[in-house]
């Protein structure tokens, strides 16, 4: 981990690794209240401060433990709280999982918060943690998708190697937990979140996977996997919104879109297409 952030934020993590006993998700995140204070929406992607603390109330989840006066987090104190969540998150067992699953949209927003900092120490601690917490919470992180996915397919595309490793690690992981019709809404979302063609051609090719019943992609064999649904609204928008792009100029992305349009047509829904 990256040791050095030993002010308000991480002090009680130390404090906890010091004393040798186990780190638990409620400690984690009172720690991660710290680096979040107040601020909504996503990270500045500043190396430091996260932003002025926002007015009373305006973001519930992450007003306590913050204490305006402190000095702003440190990459340092960012890594050290998303490495002790995944390391809680390895350790924790059923406790773990179960305080995560109850906490599940606090740590949503600390991913999304995170993810896109422009450290890339942070980036690396925030996916290796999301790679640990997806497959412990299931399904409880559906509703939170269309926040998370976003955030994760950029780092696709990441200078650093070991970003774009953990990066693809973190997305077969959401793949392999939620269904294709869970999916599709953060799909299209990520699909128009994303801005570099290499980006969009990240989202088509994790999506062609997903809706054609693979999961994440892990599997190739898809046991016990479904397609999107026939038929669905979702599928409908994602048809619409993935055609024109097989007119695309950038060949990359040209192919990557007639790919998932012909894998739909073969594994989900052959008239939609």
Not at 49 to 75: D, E, I, K, R, V
Not at 76 to 95: H, I, Q, Y
Not at 141 to 167: H, Q, S
Request: with cysteine; aromatic share 4%.
């Amino acid at each position: 981990g990256g040791g050095g952030g030993g002010g308000g934020v991480g002090g009680g993590l130390a404090r906890m690794n010091t004393a040798h006993e186990p780190l638990s998700v409620h400690a984690v995140l009172a720690a991660a209240a710290a680096l979040t204070g107040g601020h909504s929406g996503h990270s500045s992607s500043g190396g430091g401060g996260m932003g002025a603390p926002a007015p009373s109330g305006s973001s519930p989840s992450f007003h306590t433990g913050y204490n305006s006066s402190q000095l702003p987090a440190t990459w340092e104190d960012k890594v050290e709280v998303f490495d002790a969540l995944a390391r809680a998150m390895r350790t924790g067992g059923t406790r773990a999982a179960h305080d995560a699953t109850a906490n599940v949209s606090r740590l949503a927003d600390l991913f999304a918060n995170h993810l896109g900092d422009a450290h890339h120490r942070v980036a690396q601690a925030a996916l290796e943690a999301v790679v640990e917490t997806v497959p412990a919470v299931g399904a409880a992180l559906e509703p939170y998708l269309d926040r998370l996915c976003p955030a994760l397919f950029p780092r696709l595309v990441d200078a650093k190697e070991a970003v774009r490793g953990l990066a693809s690690a973190a997305l077969a992981a959401v793949g392999d937990a939620h269904p294709a019709d869970a999916l599709l809404p953060a799909l299209l979302r990520s699909l128009d979140f994303a801005k570099a063609p290499r980006a969009k051609t990240g989202v088509l090719e994790f999506a062609l996977y997903v809706l054609s019943g693979q999961g994440g992609g892990t599997d190739p064999t898809g046991m016990g996997r479904s397609p999107a649904t026939a038929g669905s609204v979702s599928l409908s928008a994602w048809v619409a919104r993935v055609a024109p792009l097989t007119a695309d100029r950038h060949a990359p992305l040209r192919a990557a879109a007639a790919a998932g349009l012909a894998a739909v047509h073969t594994r989900a829904d052959a008239a939609i297409v």
